[in-house]
T-cell receptor, first 114, second 112 residues
């Protein structure tokens, strides 16, 4: 079974703090993704990576950065957290670049920025 | 037209009912299509892929109409455990890589 883990299930941070969300997958997948999910807006892609040290912007990258130093780990960084970044953050991974690839999701991190 | 648009729901049905979800997508060059299921406060999980000829998995049937850019999911003999949010998902080529675009989801509640 594919396993995608995220470092925290719940996180509370203050405005202006630097926040790190970590994601690890154990299936040697090439691709990793970060989404946020908000009521009424659905899942939106923040950043993704198709290879180590490679990253591409998704649909809403502003206010975020990412790091992929190792194949199994993909980190999302909020340089200076703001209240509008309160959300559910979901990490996903997939094996390759075929159009039929399934993405497997981690359990999510609920982030509250006060 | 939104990239992926679903019935807004919510749907409330009794056990044993048949329920259908509809979805439209705007990019005629979309490559592949999926239905994901998301339980309350959990992550999305793949329910089934959708193929041009239509496909069935037990009580679940998915259909794709490329000409109309329309996808559907039919659930027969619904169970309490089918209660979840159903996400229509489209895979598009963005640059040199594929990206999933998710609909906002349709909430289904199956009542005893």
């Amino acid at each position: 079974d594919v396993k995608v883990t995220q470092s925290s299930r719940y996180l509370v941070k203050r405005t202006g703090e630097k926040v790190f969300l970590e994601c690890v997958q154990d299936m040697d997948h090439e691709n990793m993704f970060w989404y946020r999910q908000d009521p009424g807006l659905g899942l939106r892609l923040i950043y993704f990576s198709y290879d180590v040290k490679m990253k591409e912007k998704g649909d809403i990258p502003e206010g975020y950065s990412v790091s992929r130093e190792k194949k199994e780990r993909f980190s999302l960084i909020l340089e200076s957290a703001s209240t509008n970044q309160t959300s559910m953050y979901l990490c996903a991974s997939s094996l390759g670049t075929s159009s039929k690839e399934t993405q497997y999701f981690g359990p999510g991190t609920r982030l509250l920025v006060l | 037209r939104k990239e992926v648009e679903q019935d807004p729901g919510p749907f409330n049905v009794p056990e044993g009912a048949t329920v259908a979800f509809n979805c439209t997508y705007s990019n005629s060059a979309s490559q592949s299509f999926f239905w994901y299921r998301q339980d309350c406060r959990k992550e999305p999980k793949l329910l089934m892929s959708v193929y041009s000829s239509g496909n069935e998995d037990g009580r679940f049937t998915a259909q794709l109409n490329r000409a109309s850019q329309y996808i559907s999911l039919l659930i027969r003999d619904s169970k309490l455990s089918d209660s979840a949010t159903y996400l229509c998902v489209v895979n598009n080529l963005g640059g040199s890589n594929y990206k999933l675009t998710f609909g906002k989801g349709t909430l289904l509640t199956v009542n005893p």
